[in-house]
Structure formats: structure tokens, C-alpha cells
Nanobody, 119 residues
Framework: QVQLVESGGGLVQAGGSLRLSCAAS????????MGWFRQAPGKEREFVASIRLSGGATTYSDSVKGRFTIFRDITPNTVYLQMNSLKADDTAVYVC????????????WGQGTQVTVSS
């Protein structure tokens, strides 16, 4: 299985920046991609960004495109989410996830890290 541990969350003022990290361990070779999701109070979990572990192709939600950047280190396997120009609407618990390379479904999830953006 894959173990995911997020870090880097915190309180930041609107317009500020924050970098989240997701340290992956275990059988990460079975994962075709890593992604970031977020869930705000009273809302459903929302896709934020993803990156393929082979090739590095990235995908972003429209709400964060141009502000957030997802990137990775191969060894050790760590995925980052650089968040710039943060808005109050970005406030959420951010969760790292690993997508199964075969099923193409996100099956491993971290515990999440809280990001709070003050206006």
C-alpha cells in the first residue's frame, strides 16, 4: 500500500503563499498519479491538482489554475502544492491522494492538512 503524509498547512493572509508537501512511501510504483483535493466546511471534496508520476503531466482545476503549482521529487517521492495568491475561498482541508495506475482511481488518501486564508 501507499502511505501519504501531508504537511505545510497553516494560517495565511489573503494574497499570501503556502507550500504543501505530501510525502509518499510504500508501493508508490503502483500509483500512476498523485493529486491534491480539498474540502471546505459544508462542501464536497474538490479536485485541486494532479501530476502523473511518469512524465509529470499536470492538471489543475479552473479555480486554482494560474495560482497553484503541483510538482514532485522522484526520490524521495514527494509531491508539493505551491499555492500563491491565496484567497479566502481556498480555505479548506487539503488532502493528498494517490491514484491506482491500473484502476485509475484515487485509492490512498492522507490525513489532510488545514489551510486557512484570512481576508
Amino acid at each position: 500500500q501507499v502511505q501519504l503524509v501531508e504537511s505545510g498547512g497553516g494560517l495565511v493572509q489573503a494574497g499570501g503563499s503556502l507550500r504543501l508537501s505530501c510525502a509518499a512511501s510504500g508501493r508508490t510504483f503502483s500509483s500512476g498519479a498523485m493529486g491534491w483535493f480539498r474540502q471546505a466546511p459544508g462542501k464536497e471534496r474538490e479536485f485541486v491538482a494532479s501530476i502523473r508520476l511518469s512524465g509529470g503531466a499536470t492538471t489543475y482545476s479552473d479555480s486554482v489554475k494560474g495560482r497553484f503549482t503541483i510538482f514532485r521529487d522522484i526520490t524521495p517521492n514527494t509531491v508539493y502544492l505551491q499555492m500563491n495568491s491565496l484567497k479566502a475561498d481556498d480555505t479548506a482541508v487539503y488532502v493528498c491522494a494517490a491514484r491506482n495506475a491500473v484502476s485509475r482511481m484515487y485509492e490512498y488518501w492522507g490525513q489532510g492538512t488545514q489551510v486557512t486564508v484570512s481576508s
